[in-house]
Nanobody
Framework: QVRLVESGGGLVQAGGSLRLSCAAS????????MAWYRQAPGKQRELVAD???????NYGDSVKGRFTISRDNAKNTIYLQMNSLKPEDTAVYYC???????WGQGTQVTVSS
């Protein structure tokens, strides 16, 4: 059974940092493409960043230079290091595995101005 569990969200002031984690289980994690998405109130879910099994990364335009996606295949976990946070980064952040079409439950990130 595929399972994705996010953690690390919270409330932070603008300019601050947070690190999100997504622990995966139930599939061959190391070879699978993984992604972070986010959804703000009243807006569509959007890609934040993704990473291949080999560690190649891709970022949404709004987070380039501020966020870093990484993975630890030994721990079946991906991370999202978020720096220089802005109020517009406020959203629920979701972990996603495209191959299996599974989403995590999401973790709330709130950035105050």
């Amino acid at each position: 059974q595929v399972r994705l569990v996010e953690s690390g969200g919270g409330l932070v002031q603008a300019g601050g940092s947070l690190r999100l984690s997504c622990a995966a289980s139930g599939f061959a994690f190391a070879t699978n493409f993984m992604a972070w998405y986010r959804q703000a109130p009243g807006k569509q879910r959007e890609l934040v960043a993704d990473i291949t099994g080999g560690g190649n990364t891709n970022y949404g335009d709004s987070v380039k230079g501020r966020f870093t996606i990484s993975r630890d295949n030994a721990k079946n976990t991906i991370y999202l290091q978020m720096n220089s946070l802005k109020p517009e980064d406020t959203a629920v952040y979701y972990c996603y595995t495209p191959r299996f079409g599974y989403w995590g439950q999401g973790t709330q990130v709130t950035v105050s101005s």
